[in-house]
């Protein structure tokens, strides 16, 4: 009995942490999706307009959030984790001897990172000048303030990511509860004045806006897609909450408050056209505006964490996966593996974020650039969780065909819409993803070609060990591990050390890292010992992508299936290859070349990422030309 208290104690404190991160972007999007919509658009906010907008945001989170993420793609779990690099995973295990095909769902996978990483950027950008912009009516001589609030906020934001996720959810929660609690009673007002509101809940009055506006309702698409930002970010966070706390969240008080906010500035408008201008900021009683704007930025401030917590999972499954140079990772729980902290990334986003507010200055002009790197993932995403759905589910092709048309017309359609602004600012997060899908795809292929060099320039290992037996070296006491990508040929930290020190170790040990698409290696995977007689091991160790590869830790484990290490009496060996590009060699461009050398130089070296101790390590240079 105590054990089901307790974990129905840690759901709910997941719920209520998944409240103050995965749903703080989609929970601010009342601030701006309806003045977007049916104001920047320039569409009149007549009463038919007015329905049919609400209709579509009605279905639109029913359709794409509860029905397709919250029921469809969160089943995708792998092994816990989600977001669009883990789903990729999944699927390319799916397509197991067939390299074209995990080609073609590589670059989905990744193209869909890379908007993400743009989204990553808009969305701070633009939860917090719709926030603060609640100035103009509460006070319009402060318009000037605006900006520099916003900078203070978004400096704030990024300043506390370093606590980590658990402590930010449990310090943000109380917020974002009494958020969604205020956007529920604002509309509830304005619901029971003007009950035919809820005519909107009808799907013909979204049927209707269209044969009545045409063009118009199609471009309106692209207002109503802001009401959808957060959705990705909602899958990316399930490695930090679990997606029963997530849906528990959702259908039980996020969607709720949502849709009655929603509705409430509808009713609203049917009754005041004028006040489209902001239409939540005049749901607001006048006495009580200074406060909501206060509350207000403190939930965009909020609203940006599913995104940043999202862009650090993504990141270390990139590295993991071989998409990203290696970085620092900070874990900041001790109770979830999920919950990261990572500086670059961090700093990244920051800088990128403030240059976004600054440059763009107001959530009208942002709202232009907003949508488009969403709706990208978006499609993305749906393509990959169909893979999955066929190839590991065994769903019948009935089946994924209809799911498929149902969920990708959507997806098309509000990408299409999105495309159309393209030109007022919906290129800056494209042109975001087209960098970070050039540096994510110019890094694993020049870990391809520097991995191929190597074993082509290598000495076969077999050999080369009947050749010791026979002229023997003199050995020392020890064991010696070095770090190579094969385990057929000789590593030259090896070589290096016995044509300089004409030594070798007693055991000498080849060690390869391998990292599966997975999150979590199984027992009985992360070790194969291989004896190659006359001292000399292969040793294969396998990590999880979501796992930390912690070398010295793993070794430990080795002697229960017979190959001990004392790590005083250990020393380690490895190869910093120095990256030469060279126009004369196959493989990529040049300017590709000179990116992957520049990119290699400023990664986390090898022996921090696999967290070896230095007092233990001795590394050899060797230049490798690609």
Known sequence: MQTNETRRHSLAALAAGAVGVVFGDIGTSPLYAMKETLGTHGMQPAPDAVLGVLSLIFWALIMVVSLKYVTFVMRADNKGEGGIMALMALAQRSMVGSPRARWVLAAIGIFGASLFYGDGVITPAMSVLSAVEGLEIAAPGLDAYIIPICVVIILVLFGIQRHGTHLVGRAFAPVMIIWFIVLAVLGARQIMAHPQVLY???????????????????????????????????????????????????????????????????????????????????????????PMVVLSSMAALIASQAVISGAFSMTREAMQLGYSPRMAIKHTSHQMSGQIFLPWINRLLLVLVLLAVVGFRSSNNLGAAYGIAVTGTMTMTTMLALVVARK????????VI?????????????????????????????????????????????????????????????????????????????????????????????????????VLHERNVMLTVDVLETPVADNDERVDIVDM??????????????????????????????????????????????????????????????????????????????????????????????
């Not at 975001?432 to 795809?441: A, E, K, N, S």
């Not at 290992?461 to 003199?474: M, T």
């Not at 006491?477 to 770090?483: D, E, M, N, Q, Y």
């Not at 990529?588 to 101790?613: C, E, G, S, V, Y």
């Open 392 to 399: 590991r589910w065994n769903w019948g092709w009935p089946a």
């Open 200 to 290: 909107a809940l009808n799907p013909m009055y979204a049927v209707e806006f269209f044969q009545t506006h045409g063009r118009g309702a199609f471009i309106a698409l692209g207002g109503v897609v802001l009401a959808l930002t957060g959705a990705e970010a909602l899958y990316a966070d399930m490695g930090h909450f679990g997606k029963r706390s997530i849906r528990l969240s959702w259908f039980f008080f996020v969607l709720p408050a949502l849709l009655i906010n929603y509705f409430g500035q509808g009713a609203l408008l049917l009754h005041d056209q004028t006040a489209i201008e902001n239409p939540f900021y005049r749901l607001v009683p006048e006495s009580l505006l200074y």
């Open 533 to 626: 007689g006359g001292g000399f091991y292969g040793l294969q160790l396998r990590f999880g992508f979501a796992e930390d590869p912690n070398i010295p830790l793993a070794l430990q484990r080795c002697s229960a299936k017979g190959l001990g290490f004392d790590l005083m009496d250990t020393t380690f060996f490895l190869s910093r290859e120095t990256i030469v590009a060279d126009v004369r060699r196959p493989g990529m461009a040049l300017w590709r070349d000179k990116l992957f050398a520049f990119m290699a130089r400023n990664a986390l070296p090898a022996t921090a990422f696999f967290q070896i101790p230095g007092n233990r390590l001795i590394e050899l240079g060797a230049q490798v030309e690609i």
């Open 402 to 502: 209809a799911t498929g048309v149902i969920f990708l017309i959507v997806d098309f359609a509000f990408f299409g819409a999105n495309a159309l602004k393209i030109a007022h600012g919906g290129w800056f997060p494209l042109v975001l993803g087209v960098v970070i899908f050039t540096m994510m795809t110019t890094w694993r292929r020049g870990r391809d070609l520097v991995v191929r060099e190597i074993k082509q320039s290598g000495l076969a290992l077999a050999p080369f060990i009947e050749n010791i037996a026979e002229h023997p070296p003199l050995r020392v006491p020890g064991t010696a591990v070095f770090l190579t990508a094969n385990q057929n040929s000789v590593p030259h930290a090896m070589l290096h050390n016995l044509k300089h020190n004409k």
